[in-house]
């Protein structure tokens, strides 16, 4: 349906079976679809608002009726197909996802059961941070988290102890939890537009208590999450 649908639309244009100016709309986000994914729903709807006058066109009512069937449950056919039987390479990636989630729900989990305060988390974490240690995260789960979210992307790149326990005090941080250092880096420093430092401070937790800061005290680490303390903070 989609190879011939060019061809139908033209079709249908000149005998004035569709407007020429939804062509052009259809055109035009087909053009930002390329451009940016997120265009990619506006095509789609403008897409199956054309399909009536495309199978107009169709003078066998069964192929017309075929072609409908084809074009809306084909896509949904090779969604189950990635779904439920993913090739080995998507299969082990799933697998290490799941696996990490567990691992970060395990710790988050014990946060809510222990000493309760404040954590500082990367800020795709958070949500699930927050919902499973009952706590009050700095990078949340509502756009009014913003600030929080390029606070802990700062707090992250920092790269002295006064720029880092000053975000520490200002929300009242008691717990730590970072993920693989390199993930966190290079997701904080997309969110500050800026490049990742040598001697960022998430570069440096992954080697436990030797390499972190005074201020911080390493509680442990299982799998890429590592959990830190906050110990009293220089200048308190």
């Given at each position: ?5 060019p061809?139908l639309?033209?079709?249908?244009v000149?005998?004035?079976?569709l407007?020429w ?11 930002l ?36 069937l ?5 896509p949904l ?5 990635n779904?439920?039987?993913p090739?080995?390479e ?13 691992q970060?729900?395990a710790?988050a ?21 927050a ?6 995260v700095v ?8 600030p929080?979210i ?11 102890p ?6 520490l005090?200002q929300h ?20 500050l537009?800026?490049t990742v430092?040598?001697?960022a ?12 800061p ?9 799998g ?7 110990a009293?903070?220089p200048?308190?």
């Amino acid at each position: 349906m989609l190879f011939v649908s060019p061809f139908l639309l033209l079709l249908a244009v000149r005998r004035r079976l569709l407007p020429w100016t939804f062509a052009v709309l259809l055109a035009l986000s087909f053009l930002l679809t390329l451009a940016q994914a997120r265009w990619g729903y506006f095509f789609a709807l403008l897409f199956l608002l054309t399909l009536p006058a495309q199978l107009i066109l169709v003078r066998q009512r069964w192929l017309g009726a075929a072609a409908a069937l084809a074009g809306m449950v084909l896509p949904l056919l090779f969604y189950w197909d990635n779904a439920f039987w993913p090739d080995d390479e998507t299969a082990e990636r799933q697998a290490a996802e799941r696996i990490a989630l567990a691992q970060w729900r395990a710790v988050a989990s014990s946060l809510g059961e222990g000493e309760p305060g404040p954590i500082l988390a990367p800020w795709w974490l958070s949500p699930a941070t927050a919902y499973w240690s009952g706590q009050p995260v700095v990078a949340g789960s509502s756009h009014e988290s913003l600030p929080g979210i390029v606070a802990s992307a700062r707090f992250f790149l920092s790269t002295s102890p006064e720029e880092a326990t000053e975000i520490l005090r200002q929300h009242r941080v008691k717990w730590i939890v970072s993920d693989e250092a390199g993930r966190v880096a290079t997701n904080a420093a997309a969110i500050l537009g800026t490049t990742v430092p040598g001697n960022a401070l998430c570069l440096r937790f992954e080697g436990g208590g030797a390499q972190a800061p005074a201020f911080l005290s390493f509680i442990g680490k299982q799998g890429s999450c590592v959990l830190y303390r906050v110990a009293d903070l220089p200048g308190k």
